[in-house]
């Protein structure tokens, strides 16, 4: 008895050799059949995955939504597209280009008087304080 179970796996070391050599492997008559079972089985777990992800997708953008609107918040691509449409938008006085953001330092000059007097103001009261406080 002993014998037969080592001629079995002399059998099989000797395959194995076989193969690792770059012998000949044994093909299997259904291996095509299977090779393409485990495709299928493959292609039908990804689309299941997708599926599951879009569906989770589809969750999170309904949560999103809600509280959007709870808030009153706007989607990214609607605020920009808002933006987008307000600088397309031709300005009154403007004959060639559309109006951009005016930069600081232009225009409001009047605002800017303002703002001077107020600083010029604050520096006297606090001179005086130190002054006479």
């Not at 008559?29 to 689309?47: C, G, M, N, T, V």
């Not at 307000?86 to 000059?109: F, H, N, V």
Request: proline share 4%.
């Amino acid at each position: 008895m002993p014998c037969e179970n080592n001629s079995k796996a002399t059998t099989w070391a000797t395959k194995d050799m076989g193969k690792m050599l770059g012998g000949e492997e044994e093909k299997d008559p259904d291996a095509q059949k299977k090779e393409e079972e485990r495709q299928e089985a493959l292609r039908q777990q990804e689309e299941e995955r997708k599926a599951k992800h879009a569906r989770m997708e589809a969750e999170r953008e309904k949560v999103r939504q809600q509280i959007r609107d709870k808030y009153g918040l706007k989607k990214k691509e609607e605020k920009e597209a808002e933006e987008k449409a307000a600088l397309e938008q031709p300005c009154e006085g403007s004959l060639t280009r559309p109006k951009k953001a005016i930069p600081a330092g232009c225009g409001d000059e009047e605002e800017e008087e303002e703002e001077s007097i107020l600083d010029t103001f604050l520096l006297v009261v606090v001179f005086l304080f130190f002054l006479f406080g």
